[in-house]
């Protein structure tokens, strides 16, 4: 999929339509400030998926951006501990809000799934159309598979 940034869109409407794109996508646009706002967007959030295209009139690329991060060893430590204090925050809020409105997060087989709280205890309905499964894009693994 690819979106098109309107020429009147304003920071917080290219903020959402961004927020709604998947690995592979692209996003067109035809100002320079817009561009350079996608772009900076895009490398805050470190999305090495996702192409962005300034284009002319004629619908010809002018400029290209794709996010790439650094070697892992180029990260410095103190990146990667500011990154996962934000990350526990985000989902303590995540967990916090699922308490708040009666959800359950269960580790089932290999991966999370959610359900009502009063079904939580079900094993039948941790396999049922009540439980929605969480796309964890493989950064959730047990211990037990640590181990392995």
Known sequence: MHIEINLKSTHQQMHDELRQLRAGDRVHCTEVGQFLFCKRLLEQWRWNDVLLLMMDDQKQVLKQFKYKPPAHNEIPRERLIKDQEQ?????????????????KVVSFSDGLVVVPKDLAEDPMALCSASALGINDHETYTTFAEQLD
């Open 87 to 103: 990350v526990v925050h985000a989902l303590e809020k995540v967990f916090a809000h699922c308490h708040k409105v009666g959800l």
